[in-house]
């Protein structure tokens, strides 16, 4: 039982990442990107399920196409508008990053999309709740590096304390996959990260990539790598990637004791 008055979420954000959407609507034979993100927010409205951040972390669009993030960016502003909700876009390595900066952050000027090649850094507020976005991404390469004006800027920005503590997101996970190849396409250099967020108000990083759930800890911070939306990946091949056709978004309750993290599988279509 639940303490009377008990609140579950004091901010509730769900997760939406590895989202993979490709212009012709299919990404391997029965692998329905688009589909299958639409199904997780018919999921979510049916359940009652109402975020106040929708984040999504990176390899939003396959091909980083600029069709697929205005189709992203229209099926995600119904849903947000929906709840109410924030959104929250981090790229990823499946990410193009002049393009993800014009069609999903509006990126003509200074500010989170800015202008010219260099990483996309934001920060964005929910109540007294700060959600620091980095971006992991190495143009050309699948593996994740944070450089040092990414590292910076996470200093500089933590050198004020929120008042409801600190998110971190990336997509690019810092801790290790036990598939070796996801292994090797893991964040570089995780220990540089953990010196900048140690002692501060970060209560959770969390990340994408690997297209499997995990959790584990940088310094004594928790790091969420959350399933996929677009398909999921088998840990029991632990030598060779294998994709397997699954859906699965996470919630993460922000309450004032700590995060809370679960999966909500999307179930596939019904069959007929
Ligand atoms: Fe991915
Ligand atoms: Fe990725």
């Known amino acids: 039982m639940f303490p009377e008055g008990f609140a579950l979420a004091a901010c509730l954000m769900v997760q939406i990442s590895d989202v993979h959407l490709t212009t012709t609507g299919s990404l391997a034979p029965g692998v329905r990107p688009g589909d299958n993100l639409l199904r997780g927010l018919r999921l979510l409205d049916v359940a009652g399920i109402r975020p106040d951040i929708f984040l999504l972390t990176g390899d939003l669009a396959d091909r980083g196409e600029a069709a697929c ?146 959790l584990g800890t940088l310094g004594s911070i928790p790091v969420w790598v959350s399933p ?12 060779v990637f294998h994709g397997v056709p699954g859906t699965a978004f996470s919630r993460i309750d922000l309450s004032g004791d700590g995060p809370m993290v679960t999966v909500i599988p999307v179930p596939p279509e019904a069959a007929g």
């Open 69 to 214: 993030y205005d189709n992203l960016a229209r099926i995600i502003a119904d849903a947000a508008t929906r709840s109410g909700a924030g959104i929250i876009y981090v790229p990823g390595n499946h990410d193009d990053r002049d393009t993800f900066r014009r069609q999903l952050l509006g990126g003509t000027g200074p500010g989170p999309g800015g202008t010219g090649g260099g990483p996309i850094n934001q920060t964005h507020w929910r109540g007294g709740l700060r959600i620091i976005a980095l971006d992991s991404t190495v143009p050309g390469e699948d593996h994740g590096v944070l450089d040092d004006q990414t590292l910076g800027y996470l200093k500089s920005e933590l050198g004020t304390a929120a008042p409801e503590g600190t998110v971190v997101a990336l997509h690019h996970p810092p801790i290790p996959s036990p598939i070796r190849p996801m292994a090797e396409m893991s964040l570089r250099d995780p220990e540089r990260l953990r010196d900048v967020i140690a002692g501060s108000d970060v209560r959770i990083v969390v990340c994408g990539h690997t297209h499997h759930a995990a």
């Open 228 to 239: 996929a939306s677009a398909y999921l990946a088998d840990t029991t091949s632990t030598q």
